[in-house]
C-alpha cells in the first residue's frame, strides 16, 4: 500500500472519529450547569439524589444528562422537596450540529450538551413546623 492510499485512509478514519465524538451542545455547554440552591432562613441541608449535601447559600455543579431530586432541611421546619428538571435546547442541539447532524445531536443528547436544567436558581422559604398541643 503507498503512502497517499495510507494517508487518505487515516484521515478518513480521524473524521469520523470526530464526526461520532463532537456534539456542539456539549462544546458549547458542557455536560454540567451550576444550579445555585438558597433558602430563607439560610443555613438549611441541601441533600442531593447522589448522596452530596451541603448548606445553603451554595451553587453546585450538575450533570445536564439526569434529573435532580432535591431535599432542603433545617431542624425547626418542614423539609422541602424540588425536581430539578431537564428541558431539551433543540436550538443549540438541532442548529449547533449542522454539519454532524444526527452524531452530533446523539451525543449531546448522551453526555448531557443537548439539555437545560430548570430551576437553575432554587429558592426555597422553609415552613416552620406546628408544635402539637397537648
Known amino acids: 500500500m ?5 494517508a ?3 484521515t478518513c478514519v480521524g473524521l469520523a472519529l ?9 462544546i458549547i455547554h458542557g455536560s454540567r450547569q451550576t444550579v445555585s440552591f438558597d433558602s430563607t ?8 439524589q447522589n448522596g452530596t449535601s451541603f ?17 432542603i432541611e433545617k ?3 418542614e423539609p422541602a422537596r424540588i425536581a430539578i428538571k431537564r428541558d431539551f435546547n433543540g436550538v443549540a442541539t438541532i442548529l449547533g450540529n449542522i454539519l ?3 452524531p452530533g445531536v446523539i451525543v449531546d443528547v448522551l453526555v448531557g450538551g443537548a439539555w437545560t436544567l430548570d430551576p437553575e436558581h432554587v429558592n426555597v ?5 406546628k408544635t402539637k398541643v397537648e
Open 75 to 77: 431542624d425547626g421546619y
Open 8 to 10: 487518505w485512509k487515516t
Open 100 to 102: 454532524w447532524l444526527i
Open 2 to 6: 503507498n503512502f497517499a492510499m495510507c
Open 41 to 48: 432562613p439560610a443555613g438549611a441541608i441541601v441533600k442531593l
Open 55 to 71: 448548606t445553603t447559600p451554595h451553587s453546585e455543579e450538575l450533570r445536564r444528562a439526569e434529573e435532580h431530586t432535591v431535599t
Open 18 to 26: 470526530c464526526t461520532l465524538l463532537a456534539g456542539c451542545g456539549s
Open 125 to 129: 422559604q422553609l415552613v416552620e413546623q
